[in-house]
């Protein structure tokens, strides 16, 4: 009998996938058969390219399709797109269901990338005559234990208990219905695969072709291994009562709910050997330098993600095709060819510190309509600048603007750019440079469309229309420069999916919760900040005099304060970028008190350059244009009901059935 492919995917039969199907021997003579497949290089090899293809995209499909960025509170898609964007935009305003479609598909997409990896495994051999051999077999199927391991974490993320099978299962078994594992030993299964894997896969593939950029490498296990256990150490699975009693099909409880220490050391070890090991390997933060030698902010945050290859050093697992081009369409303004509604919300905008180091905005009295401004910091919400803002930076965001500063060389020999033009709303002056790589605001010059940004209402780029930001912001974030969405212009960027810059801040939180004296802390934290162009910090309250870059260093005193700076800096560092502002809400357990509220912009029916609170046609002012619903459910994503129905054994994730 011959074993066929039912269209190289394979069909999905409750969580996994049907095995070949063995059908009589007179089938067609032009079937694909498994055999065909694995004795012949490049079949096999775009088999192995399959397994790879559920890897998130992390542009357009963490902001449309798995929505990721979207349910945090910094990428703000218009909900004027809920035609198109209904699941995502629904998970906004909380309404979520069980019955809810996901475009995300990892409920049945993650399982057949699994079976498919197992299939590989099963039936990979060595092709002499094609110069497939032994090693690259086996190499081939440590990937795909890799990915196994690394779709299965990508489920657990989500929802918390899932089936799990350590290898193919036969189809004719009685019974497939497994329940769900616990939270706890799926994390160990994928612990030890990874720390097994990260020792017999290359570090790197550079010394090979273009194709294989991408592929598997210890770096990744160990970089989705300690991203991993930050997650399995923190509040939402370490320690909570709220899943106390709540038992998987088996009695099992699902979550554990005493608090475990030993978890957050595991998980500082595991980010310390990730870095050491990126570290040896040739990785390093990205930076930029302006021509006088001192470090350049703006160019090393912005060319994190617009370096290819070898050239970025701070990549450490990357997806080489991503589509970008759709992401910077809805980035991009509409009256510049745009559809461009992917905002950022206010809450976001406050973020970003000073020029000086020091936050603009210290809390809300209520809402995020009533800001506490911090007087200290030289921030106000009113009035318009009399003076351009000018920095020392290669960034060249007014580019083409009548009287602006653009590449003017100073007396030390470096190139200066503004940043700001004079008579911007003071809000946005003598920020970070980080918010300026971040943050499109109304009246900001738009190079490509040689003419400011105007968002205000039945303006060109404004609204009521859908393809407007609803906020009064665009999103600037992973947006090229050279990008010229009239022309097509899209410059080619890897897809970043972890990085070295969130492994650093990874530690930090982990080594605070576990070795709050541990000097690691401020030293890696200190390293983002110093590549950021804004002041480092010091320990026990004490200012030790000026940092790397000049400026004086900002004390912090005790764990709570070092926890609240981490907290921060991860806000602004890794804003907009794979869903990891809402994967931190989450596993802080801070999602209800963050999203569960009213959300303020600019205002976005506002005809008036003015910034007159009450005049209700003024932009300049906050305004509520939206109202988030996040419940405690939310926490966890819902098995899809038909699911739930085909199979008794499996138990819906928690709050979901009983509110």
């Known amino acids: 009998m011959k074993k066929l492919i039912n269209n190289i995917g394979l069909s999905c039969l409750g969580l996994c996938l049907n095995s070949c199907v063995d059908f009589i021997d007179n089938a067609p003579d032009d079937t694909l058969t498994l055999e065909m497949v694995f004795d012949d290089k490049v079949r096999m090899e775009d088999w192995l390219s399959g397994v790879y293809n559920k890897i998130p995209d992390p542009y357009w499909g963490m902001l449309r399709d798995y929505g990721y960025d979207s349910m945090g509170d910094d990428l703000d898609p218009s909900q004027r797109w809920y035609q198109w964007w209904g699941s995502t935009l629904n998970f906004v305003i909380g309404q979520w269901f069980t019955n809810s479609t996901w475009d995300a598909g990892l409920w049945n997409g993650c399982p057949q990338r699994i079976r498919s990896a197992y299939l590989f495994i099963e039936n990979a051999h060595p092709i002499p005559g094609q110069h497939v051999t032994e090693q690259d077999v086996e190499t081939m199927k440590n990937e795909c234990r890799f990915l196994i391991a690394y779709y299965y974490w990508m489920m657990l993320e ?86 106390k009693g709540f038992k998987n099909y088996d009695g099992q409880e699902r979550f554990n709910s005493t608090y475990d220490l030993k978890k957050w050391e595991k998980a500082a070890t595991a980010c310390k050997e990730l870095i050491d090991a990126a570290h040896a390997a040739g990785h390093d933060l990205n930076r930029d330098y302006n021509d006088d030698g001192s470090l350049d902010p703006f160019m090393s945050c912005y060319n994190v993600f617009f370096k290819r290859g070898d050239v970025n050093k701070e990549a450490l697992f990357v997806r080489p095709d991503s589509n970008f081009g759709e992401f910077e369409k809805h980035c991009v303004p509409r009256g510049a060819s745009g559809n461009g509604g992917a905002g950022i919300y206010q809450t976001l905008v406050d973020a970003f510190s000073m020029q ?75 920020r970070e440079p980080r918010f300026y790589l971040s943050v499109m605001w109304n009246r900001q010059w738009y190079h490509q469309a040689s003419r400011e940004t105007q968002f205000m209402s039945n303006e060109m780029d404004g609204g009521p229309t859908h393809d407007a930001p609803q906020a009064g912001y665009l999103n600037r974030k992973r947006v090229s420069l050279e990008t010229n969405q009239r022309d097509g212009q899209h410059p080619y960027r890897p897809g970043i999916l972890y990085r070295l810059g969130e492994a650093y801040l990874n530690y930090a939180e982990a080594l605070n919760e576990s070795d709050p004296s541990n000097p690691d802390i401020l030293k890696y934290l200190n390293l983002i900040r110093e590549r950021a162009g804004v002041p480092q910090y010091s320990g026990n309250g004490i200012s030790d005099g000026k940092d790397s870059n000049g400026f004086d260093r900002i004390p912090l005193n005790g764990q709570d304060e070092v926890r609240e700076a981490i907290y921060h800096e991860r806000r602004v560092e890794l804003c907009c970028e794979n869903g990891l502002r809402y994967f931190d809400l989450r596993r802080w357990k801070k999602a209800e008190e963050v999203l569960d509220q009213p959300m303020y912009g600019m205002n976005f029916s506002g005809t008036k350059l003015s910034d007159d609170e009450n005049d209700a046609s003024s932009f300049y002012k906050r305004t509520q244009y939206i109202v988030r619903k996040y419940e405690r459910k939310f926490y966890w994503y819902p098995i899809y009901q038909d699911e739930i129905d085909k199979d008794p054994t499996l138990v819906q994730a928690p709050f979901w059935n009983n509110q």
């Open 158 to 243: 989500a929802y918390g208990g899932i089936p799990f099978f350590d290898g193919l299962v036969d189809v004719e078994s009685p019974n497939l219905m497994r329940g769900q594992k616990s939270f706890d030993e799926m994390v160990t299964w994928i612990d030890n695969q990874l720390v097994e894997l990260s020792k017999v896969l290359p570090e790197t593939w550079l010394n090979k072709s273009a194709q294989y950029y991408g592929r598997a490498t210890s770096i990744m296990c160990l970089a989705v291994r300690a991203r991993m256990l930050l997650f399995a150490a923190s509040p939402l699975v370490n320690g909570n009562e709220w899943y």
């Open 356 to 430: 000086n180091g020091k936050l603009p905005i210290t809390g809300y009295n209520g809402n995020y309509g009533t800001p506490i401004i911090n007087q200290e910091s030289g921030y106000t919400e009113k009035g318009f600048s009399a003076e351009k803002d000018i920095r020392k930076t290669k960034y060249n965001l007014y580019r083409g603007c009548p009287g602006a500063t653009v590449d003017s060389i100073g007396s030390d020999g470096a190139v200066y750019n503004q940043v700001a033009a004079s008579g911007t709303y003071n809000m946005y002056v003598n």
